[in-house]
């Protein structure tokens, strides 16, 4: 019989790509389905951007890369960190990787092991816990409430890490809720966490550039004070429609710097040599079509919100960030994962239950506005015709 290790039954999955299979095969059967449950912009990569691929193709670039990334593109990254937060960052502390989740995956392996508390956001990406228990670490929700505007509280967060937390996770703009912390909050956490040395930080800020309403995103990187233990995780998936392309970078603290590039090494080698060349594009090419989708997406989110709190004994808040809506659910009389699925099965609207995205998440259901406005209030409208023809 083969045996793998005890803690791989351990390992979590992203329900969302669960639900997007269902919602296909729905659809394949002939059933009219709408899918607000993938995170993923429904727009094409910028024309620019696609050019640029196919240029490095031509050019004959086809072989391997440095493990850690192109020079050029390190550097445009770091520059580009520079500039918008006025960040300290040495093109020799950026690491290219195959996406966002390789960042997450790594940070989590460094630190994470029996003995460990790693502290993350609850609702939150589902791959942190799913992570966490794999290195048989103990995972330590943070919640993020709804009359906090989905941002943690820095006070709530301190009081939860002890000498054994070795490492404390952060997303702002946030997945599931769009919350954005604001920079109070992230000032009085650093001012905080000067108690706590020995503890490593990791800000996923894949939504950065996905903020509204006239909100700038905080970064962490703009704190000096933690640079020698800060992990940043971002990319260009969200932001310029590039999650099959599967590019992502992340910045290291230079005690980390090396084995990082040895994890890349023993796993996979380096990242797709156009890919790279076409992120280099993104982020030095015009920004048109980037903005562009930003706008559509305002648009839909105040639209998808307004048309939320418009359905029986359910209540949205407004999103701060990303492109997801939160809204709470727990006066329909339903569980969120019961309520989610019959809305696919019976109603047709593809969405993800809260509780998937952790123990906070349940009330609530995630709705992605990464579709058409048509057809996102069309499957809103669909949404209130069940819960008025339904009782849990």
């Not at 050019?59 to 391997?64: I, K, L, T, V």
């Not at 009081?159 to 912390?181: A, D, E």
């Not at 259901?365 to 008025?388: H, T």
């Amino acid at each position: 019989m083969l045996r793998t290790i005890k803690n791989f039954a351990n390992l979590g999955d992203e329900n969302a790509f669960a639900v997007l299979a269902r919602a296909n095969q729905l659809a394949s059967e002939g059933r009219d389905i709408i899918n607000l449950g993938i995170g993923q912009p429904d727009f094409k990569t910028p024309d620019h951007i696609v050019k640029a691929a196919v240029d490095a193709l031509e050019a004959g670039e086809h072989g391997y890369t440095p493990a850690n990334g192109i020079p050029r593109l390190r550097e445009v990254v770091a520059d580009e960190l520079n500039r918008r937060h006025g960040a300290d960052i040495s093109p020799d502390s950026v690491m290219i990787m195959p996406g966002g989740k390789v960042t997450m995956y790594m940070a989590i392996t460094l630190f994470g092991e029996s003995g460990a508390d790693i502290l993350y956001p609850d609702p939150g990406f589902p791959i942190y816990r799913s992570m966490i228990e794999f290195t048989g670490a103990r995972p330590i929700p943070v919640p993020l409430r709804e009359e906090n505007g989905f941002a943690f509280s820095a006070e709530e967060l301190l009081s939860l890490i002890t000498p054994q937390t070795r490492l404390i996770i952060l997303n702002s703009p946030s997945n599931p809720t769009g919350g954005v912390t604001p920079k109070e909050e992230i000032d009085k956490l650093v001012k905080g966490l000067e108690a706590w040395p020995d503890a490593a930080i990791l800000s996923d800020e894949i939504y950065s550039r996905m903020t509204f309403d006239g909100l700038e995103h905080q970064s962490l990187t703009s704190y000096p004070e933690i640079k020698d233990r800060l992990i940043l995780l971002n990319g260009w998936s969200k932001t310029y429609a590039m999650t099959g392309w599967r590019l992502g970078f992340s910045v290291w603290p230079e005690a980390l710097y090396d084995d990082v590039r040895k994890l890349a090494v023993n796993s996979y080698s380096c990242v797709n040599s156009a890919a790279q060349f076409a992120g280099i594009a993104a982020i030095t090419g015009p920004q048109d079509a980037a903005d562009d989708m930003m706008a559509e997406f305002d648009r839909r989110r105040k639209a998808v919100v307004t048309a939320l709190n418009d359905l029986p004994n359910t209540s949205c808040a407004i999103p701060k960030g990303a492109f997801y809506a939160f809204p709470n659910i727990s006066q329909t009389g339903f569980k969120a994962k019961d309520l989610s699925s019959r809305l696919l099965e019976e109603a047709g609207v593809a969405t993800i239950g809260g509780p998937d995205f952790g123990v906070y998440g349940e009330g609530y259901i995630r709705l992605s506005y990464a579709n058409s406005l048509e057809n996102i209030l069309k499957a809103v409208e669909r949404i209130g015709d069940f819960l008025k023809a339904n009782s849990a």
